[in-house]
Each structure stands twice: as C-alpha cells, then as structure tokens.
C-alpha cells in the first residue's frame, strides 16, 4: 500500500530521529537537541552510542568555552537525545528521521526499506548523503514523495549550510517543511532543485580542485602557492559573499570581457588528474598516512616522482 500523502507543517514536528551516530549523525542530533527538540540517537551498538554521547559533550565543551552556547543549553542537549540499538523503538513514532549511516548504496537502501515499514505515514526520509541521488534511495519506499537528500557539511554544528535536494516525485510542502524546519534550528538550508551528482558544493569544490590540480601539473604553480591564493585572496571573500554576489558589484560586462580570454584556457579535463592517481599509487595519502610531501608538479609517477 502506497503511504504517499500530505506532509506535515513544520508546526506539526515534535520528535526527530538520526540513524546512524558516527561522524555526522552525532552531530545533527546535537543540533536538534540543542535547538531543543527530543532526538532518538540509534546505532548498531551501545560502545557507538556512547562514543557519539562522549563527542557531544566535547562539542558542547568547546562551544561553551566560546561562549556560542550556555550552561543551560548545554546541559538541556543530552537531556533531548535518547540513545537506542532499537530501530523500531527509535523511529516508530518519528516526523522527520535523518539517515546517516556509511555511504554504501546498498547499505542505505535496506535502511530506508526498514524505515518505511516502520514509520508513520507522515514521516519526512531523509538521508544525509553526499553523493548519493535520492530518487534512488525513494525507490526502496513506498513515500517517494516525502523522500530527499539533506545534506550537512563536516562539522555540521559548526558549518550551517544543509543541501536539500530534491527528486521528481519529492512534494514541495515536503522541501518547504524541512526547509523551515533547519531553518528554524539556525541552520542555512539551500535547495537543488533537480537532483544532479555531487549536488551544489561538491561540484563546486570539485571544478576548483580540478583547475587547482591542473596548475600544479602544468608547473604554472607550487601547491603550497596556490593554497596561498586560496586562503589569502578569494577564499576570504567568499566567507562573506557567493560567487553571484561578487560579480554582481564587479558588473557582468567585466565579468563577461574576462572570461572571454580565461575560458579557453580552463581545464576541462573528465579524467582524474595524473598527479593525484601518482600519490595515490605511492600510498600518500594525506594525513592519515602521515605523507611527508604534498603534490609537487614532478609526482607524476611512482619511482622517481613520488616524494
């Protein structure tokens, strides 16, 4: 039987649920928590649970310390987060659940296939994924309408931009309710209107690496000058105005004249660039495997490359 049907009000939105406690999960719950609605908290295990608790109480730390947060609030987040191993007992009764387990396809699928079962008809599936589209993950449901991706950036209660991003058959009162619902807790909700891989921000990040990549292979740049440039010069005005916004004071007509001669040069390479492909065969792979070197424009291949 078809569960697709009219979406509650924002208004209407009492107890919000996060499956999956990890590196995201914990702290979308801390936002809901801490903008004070009750919040179940499921993983698979109680070391899981406890560990996101023992996060929170470090974020919640670290925002006090900052004076972002009182005593009050902090001590009201874990008062509104009920940690459970039960899926039924964690959603059943849920108007918005937010998915948050690992991003395998398969995985989110049979969650979102349990999640349908056992949720209300009214409840809003979301799912916190980053590549994933989500007529894919409403396919595995009975509610296509009430299906989307939201999409926080790590830390997410830290960076206050969600993705929405919708699919043909997400409802608009659907986006307008979890619109207003993040909107509400203080976060800056921004909608994809027709689902497309990567959503907004990995795109735009994405074309950005890519041109950055190219530079240093072409020995153009240093990596360690174009994170200057970054940092230091647009990345900054960034933080205050989009890219729209810039070009808006700039005037399109210099925008126009500038890009006559800029874009022919552009990468526009759909292959992964050499550079990365060689530090990745090498076994550099950042910090996490304590690489001594960054990119450098001769780390072309392993052998003689790779330092």
């Avoid at 005005?237 to 070009?247: I, L, N, S, T």
């Avoid at 006559?260 to 552009?266: A, D, I, R, V």
């Avoid at 550079?275 to 001769?298: M, Q």
Wanted: net charge negative; proline share 5%; charged share 20%.
């Amino acid at each position: 039987m078809s569960k697709v049907g009219q979406t509650l009000n924002v208004d209407d939105i009492r107890n919000i649920a996060i499956v999956g406690a990890g590196l995201m999960g914990h702290g979308i719950a801390q936002e809901f928590a801490l903008a004070g609605y009750p919040v179940h908290l499921h993983d698979l295990t109680d070391e899981k649970l406890e560990q996101a608790t023992a996060t929170i109480q470090a974020n919640l730390r670290l925002l006090t310390d900052l004076g972002l947060v009182t005593d009050t609030q902090r001590d009201s987040v874990l008062q509104n987060i009920h940690p459970s191993t039960a899926l039924n007992d964690a959603v059943s009764d849920a108007d918005v659940v937010i998915e948050a387990v690992f991003e395998r396809l398969e995985l989110k699928l049979e969650v979102f296939r349990q999640l349908d079962e056992i949720c209300p008809e009214r409840t809003i599936l979301a799912s916190n994924s980053s590549t994933l589209l989500p007529s894919k993950l409403a396919a595995a449901t009975r509610r296509p309408d009430k299906v989307l991706i939201a999409h926080y950036f790590n830390p997410p209660f830290l960076l206050p931009v969600v993705e929405l991003v919708r699919h043909p058959a997400t409802s608009n009162s659907t986006v307008t309710t979890m619109h207003e619902l993040l909107s509400h807790v203080g976060k800056k909700p921004a909608i994809v209107q027709k689902e497309v891989t990567g959503f907004i921000g990995n795109r735009l990040q994405g074309a950005l690496f890519r041109e950055a990549l190219s530079l240093v292979e072409h020995g153009f740049a240093t990596v360690e000058d174009v994170d200057i440039v970054v940092k230091n010069g647009f990345g900054r005005r960034y933080a205050a105005a989009g890219p729209f916004e810039v070009w808006e004071l700039a005037g399109w007509d210099f925008i126009q004249d500038a890009l006559e001669y800029l874009t022919p040069t552009l990468d526009s390479s759909t292959e992964i660039s050499p550079l990365l492909k060689a530090k990745v065969e090498c076994g550099e792979l950042g910090v996490k495997t304590r690489a001594p070197a960054l990119l450098t424009s001769g780390a072309v291949a392993c052998g003689d490359g790779c330092r």
